[in-house]
């Protein structure tokens, strides 16, 4: 293995003061037993301020972290793309994102790496419902992403378990794909057509996640519902338009 090999933690963070001290101190703690242990790899992060009303941007400022601050809110998918156009002009082999609420265990960051680094995948995505331990998230959204699962099985061929989980890590060749077609709102399901269209091998390997540590989820009810109906039609379109640049080519 290259030992040179650079990795770049994407953290997207909507006010996320409850957390972010936390999940940086995590992050942090893990460089430092990789570096200890002569890891293959050197991990960066970047937290992406997404417009942030807290004060998460002021935390970011006064603990000196690697951060971004974006002027707007541009919403998850937004501060994701952000990452990936960083990652993409300063030649990271690897992105991984992570959420800023403390749900992903930084623990199983190799397991997400094995399949990129054997040239197995492109996309590895973090599932919880492989294994079917830790948080599971409630009732209503794993019905909604059983729901989605099936529709991207319908439209790709490709069975995803869990297709709503942001903990996800790409390699050389999607990073660059992202940095410049990437979906907005919520853009876990649309990701993986995404990777699917672009022939892209996407893989899952067993994760825990944990609950949010502190704050609350901006996916309200009714966001829940517009998620729902947005990216069901997404998905629907992406697969079409595909289907229609490849008749025209």
Do not use: W
């Not at 994407?10 to 409850?18: D, K, L, R």
């Not at 998918?77 to 030649?91: E, I, L, R, S, T």
């Not at 319908?154 to 996800?168: H, P």
């Not at 919520?186 to 944990?210: D, L, N, S, W």
Request: charged letters at 25%; hydrophobic letters at 35%.
């Amino acid at each position: 293995m290259d030992k040179t090999r650079k990795v770049l933690i994407i953290i997207p963070a909507y006010n996320e003061s409850e957390n972010i001290e936390q999940v940086i101190g995590r992050i942090t703690a893990h460089q430092s037993a990789s570096q200890a242990a002569d890891c293959e790899f050197r991990y960066d992060y970047l937290i992406v301020n997404d417009g942030s009303t807290d004060n998460t941007l002021k935390i970011c400022k006064e603990r000196r972290y690697q951060y971004l601050d974006l002027p707007i809110n541009l919403g998850i998918g937004g501060a994701v793309q952000a990452g990936y156009v960083y990652a993409c002009k300063n030649d990271y082999d690897i992105a991984v994102q992570i959420d800023g609420d403390g749900q992903h265990d930084i623990a199983y960051l190799e397991e997400l790496l094995k399949p990129l680094i054997s040239g197995e995948a492109d996309v590895v995505i973090g599932s919880r419902f492989l294994r079917k331990e830790g948080y599971q998230s409630s009732l209503a959204r794993r019905t909604g992403g059983k729901m989605l699962s099936r529709l991207i099985r319908l439209t790709t061929g490709k069975k995803i378990y869990d297709v709503t989980s942001g903990y996800r890590a790409v390699n050389r060749k999607f990073i660059e794909i992202y940095s410049k077609d990437y979906p907005t709102d919520f853009p876990e399901p649309e990701a993986i057509v995404t990777a699917v269209m672009y022939r892209g091998r996407v893989m899952e390997v067993p994760v825990q996640m944990k609950a949010r540590e502190g704050g609350k989820s901006s996916i309200t009810f009714r966001k829940s519902i517009y998620y729902m109906i947005k990216v069901t039609l997404a998905i629907l379109v992406c697969r079409l338009s595909y289907g229609v640049r490849r008749a025209k080519g």
